[in-house]
């Protein structure tokens, strides 16, 4: 009778347990998400490739803290994080986790893990993250509280810890490319190379638990094949889309939706500020005056581009809309040309490189710049010639492409970029943003170099890439914006 | 007898000079796994240092030679790239690839012979002349095409196959392997068919002005019956073009393998090419020039079986 009775409890916790678990903000659902690049490897800190902290950072890895869709830090595997007055010393209290393997996180991990970053000959650690990681002097543990100290102050080192160079490993992990030991919401279960990768819902993840309990990312070499999986219903997302025309297509379905998002890539049409006529500030803001923003995003992006009118995302704290800096006014851009001693069929040469943005956008600004009296040669070119010709040598008029960097507005300052901006006040204002002591010094310095940016006409800003995406209607809590390195996926659900 | 050692011993020898030349041309391009590896901006010391810690300064012969020898042993190293074991990784994908062709030259060959004869027969007749233009407008249909369109019908519209993909269980989710290969297979046996057809025509139409014929129409078989006496005859031609074919595809189903999604041999390829990967690149060609040489010595030994004359020459 005793055992029946223990018998029954057993199965009564057994139930309730069960059904405890299957509270509303979880559910049993796998979600299958459409890619276009598949990592070469599960290397996180090792191997180049924007694959692989797409899938792995944030899902399968976290660092100390991390970067939210709208890029602000928050902490992650430290509870409280705490910067000094000057800069230099970082302390993170670390919380309770565990790592997939089910052993507890600990600060020797973390010591372990960010000292790898110390030895600058490491070839087991990508040179972009040495570098991120160069000003480090120390990482200790005392208690469960890490402190970082610095050589000198780096207003980006909790973003870069956020990245891929930062994530926690257990100590002394090895087989990097092919296995993944991490701490994140999600364990890494299963690569199909070529094909697939599967992520499961981690049940003793410290913090809130993924909403779906499956999410497979899957492989599409060929960007047709994504769209038709998508089409077809085979995947739930589709993370890209590559030509914005085909969006017409996935509009008219009603079981589907497109997202739109930020991205920190500005299409940039590069004007040569050394070489006449644009060596002049007032041609520039003629140039700028002459093209219809709004009418080339649609011509060239289906309508799906944002006008931002400096180098600045809007993400970005320092983001300020100055597109009324050089409104779109032909008349206006006439007489600045007439009075600038332009003459009429001034012959000018755009550099076109073979990407869609800009061979899409080519003959519409050509069109424009005929309007207010240039002659405009189009050349397409090769990568390899624009490498060579247009961005180490200079020898050019204009040309367009998509400045991606974050942060990167310091390559204004650079009069030697291929640019060749040459300004002391804007040197001034970048060096003051990386010596700024408060973030509002920061962003106060950055506003006021983006606004001088904009008031020289350094080059035109045609409009800020989106991130477009597609998914099925019932599918919810995706990332709209592509501003770091992960792909998160935790909150992705079907509702 | 003698001829068989001998196609052998071209094989061998054609296998390995293969090798060399792939080995040969990897180290020319330019960029090497360093780069692909560390990214655009690794500083020259960084990448020296991966360099030989991967053992790639040392003179390229050792390295040749030290590959070969263990790859003749069945040890193809592990991927450069991943750490992954060479030789199950290509296994992997042949468990896609192999299939894929298999499947779709068998299905091409069989509607091939058929069809050739058929149209053969009937010249004159309009069921010819459409069937000529099938086939005219099978060649002509890049594959890329053909399979987008055949995805759009039967995965987007219709929804009764996949439009892509390969389970994740790979053959132990049979039906679903089956599945995702249906589509793949027509589309890869429908381009192959037409242009087999051709080959399965004209032999037929020889075959037809032949006294062979005549005398068979003359015993008073039907014309079916007369141009059947004549399918092992016909088949050698057939094979021997189909062979070629096959040697292509197994990389070159890539095209279809992309469409599809599929993670096959060519893809695979395509991929480890591009991160310079070196032992997986020297590894699958390695495996795929033997299965060319395999199919090429198989196909020669069974066409000397089916035609008699060929074995005295």
């Known amino acids: ?495 | 007898m003698s001829g068989v050692l001998r196609r052998l011993a071209v094989s061998g020898a054609g296998i390995l000079g293969s090798t060399f030349i792939v080995f040969a041309l990897l180290r020319v391009l330019p960029g090497d796994l360093a780069t692909a590896k560390l990214g655009t901006d690794a500083t020259p010391e960084a990448l020296q240092r991966l360099r030989s810690e991967y053992g790639l300064d040392k003179p390229l012969f050792t390295q040749y030679v030290q590959w070969l020898g263990n790859a003749v042993r069945g040890d193809f190293g592990s991927s450069l790239m991943s750490g992954s074991d060479v030789g199950s990784d290509i296994v992997s994908r042949l468990d896609v690839t192999l299939p894929l062709v298999v499947a779709s030259s068998l299905l091409a060959v069989m509607a091939a012979l058929w069809l050739g004869q058929r149209s053969a027969l009937q010249r004159s007749n309009w069921k010819s002349v459409v069937l000529t233009l099938a086939s005219q407008i099978g060649l002509a249909i890049p594959i890329v095409v053909l399979g987008i369109v055949a995805v759009v019908i039967f995965a987007v519209w219709l929804r009764i196959l996949p439009a892509g993909g390969f389970p994740v269980d790979g053959w132990r989710a049979t039906s679903g392997a089956i599945r995702s290969l249906v589509l793949p297979v027509a589309v890869l046996s429908l381009s192959q068919a037409a242009m087999l057809t051709r080959f399965a025509r004209s032999e037929a139409l020889d075959f037809i002005a032949s006294d062979t014929y005549r005398t068979a129409r003359a015993t008073g078989m039907t014309k079916p019956q007369s141009i059947s006496t004549a399918r092992r005859l016909l088949l050698v031609p057939v094979l021997g073009v189909l062979a070629l074919q096959i040697s292509t595809l197994i990389v070159g189903a890539v095209v279809v393998e992309n469409v599809f999604a599929l993670p096959g041999l060519g893809a695979m390829l395509i991929r480890d090419i591009a991160a310079r990967d070196y032992l997986k690149v020297q590894g699958s060609l390695l495996v795929v020039t033997t299965i060319v040489f395999a199919v090429q010595f198989a196909t020669g030994v069974l066409q000397d079986r089916l035609d008699p004359r060929r074995r005295t020459t």
């Open chain 1, 1 to 495: 009778m005793k055992r029946l009775l223990a018998a029954l409890t057993a199965t009564c916790i057994a139930v309730v347990g069960c059904s405890a678990q299957s509270d509303s903000s979880t559910d049993d659902t796998t979600v299958t998400i459409g890619f276009t690049l598949e990592p070469t490897s599960l290397d996180i800190s090792g191997t180049a490739g924007q694959a692989i902290p797409q899938v792995l950072l944030d899902n399968v890895y976290e660092g100390l803290v991390r970067a939210s869709d709208d890029g602000s830090i928050s902490p992650a595997l430290a509870e409280s994080y705490d910067v000094s007055a000057d800069g230099l010393t970082y302390t993170f209290s670390l919380r309770e986790a565990r790592f997939h393997d089910g052993r507890e996180l600990s600060p020797d991990d973390v010591v372990w893990s960010l000292s790898r970053l110390l030895d600058d000959k490491s070839t087991t650690i990508l040179p972009t993250q040495l570098a991120q990681f160069a000003r480090v002097n120390s990482v200790t543990a005392a208690g469960n509280v890490v402190t970082i100290t610095l050589s000198e102050r780096d207003n980006d080192f909790l973003y870069s810890l956020s990245q891929r160079g930062g994530v926690i490993f257990k100590k002394d992990a090895s087989d990097f490319a092919n296995s993944a030991n991490g701490t994140g919401p999600f364990v890494l279960t299963k690569w199909d190379k070529g094909n697939s990768i599967t992520l499961d819902r981690f049940d003793t993840y410290w913090g809130r638990r993924s909403d779906s309990k499956t999410v497979v990312f899957r492989y599409f070499a060929d960007a047709s094949a994504l769209s038709n999986a998508m089409l077809a219903g085979d995947i739930d997302i589709m993370t890209t889309v590559q030509s914005p025309e085909t969006l017409e297509v996935f509009e008219s379905r009603s079981d589907l939706k497109v997202l739109s998002g930020s991205t920190n890539c500005e299409v940039t049409l590069s004007m040569n500020n050394s070489r006449a006529p644009f060596n002049n500030v007032a041609v520039r803001k003629a140039v700028r005056q002459a093209i219809d923003k709004s009418a080339l995003i649609d011509v060239a992006w289906a309508g799906y581009g944002t006008e931002i009118g400096s180098f600045v995302p809007p993400t970005d704290p320092w983001f300020e809309d100055l597109t009324d800096v050089a409104p779109f006014d032909v008349d206006a851009s006439r007489d600045a040309l007439v009075s600038a001693g332009v003459a009429p069929g001034t012959p000018i040469t755009l550099d076109v490189p073979p990407i869609n943005y800009a061979t899409n956008s080519s003959e519409f600004i050509a069109a424009a710049l005929k309007d207010v009296g240039f002659s405009v040669t189009i050349t397409p070119v090769t990568w390899e010639e624009w490498l060579d010709r247009v961005f180490t040598k200079a020898d050019y008029d204009m040309s367009i492409v998509c400045h991606i960097e974050r942060n990167d507005m310091a390559i204004y300052a650079n009069p030697n970029y291929y640019f060749r901006f040459d300004n002391a006040d804007y040197r001034e204002l970048i060096t003051a943003a990386s010596a700024a002591s408060t973030s509002e010094e920061r962003t106060a310095a950055l506003r006021g170099a983006a606004r001088l940016l904009s008031e020289q006409s350094a080059s035109d800003w045609l409009w800020l890439m989106p991130n477009l995406q597609v998914a099925k209607r019932d599918v919810a809590g995706l990332s709209k914006n592509a501003v770091g390195d992960s792909y998160y996926a935790a909150r992705i659900e079907r509702v």
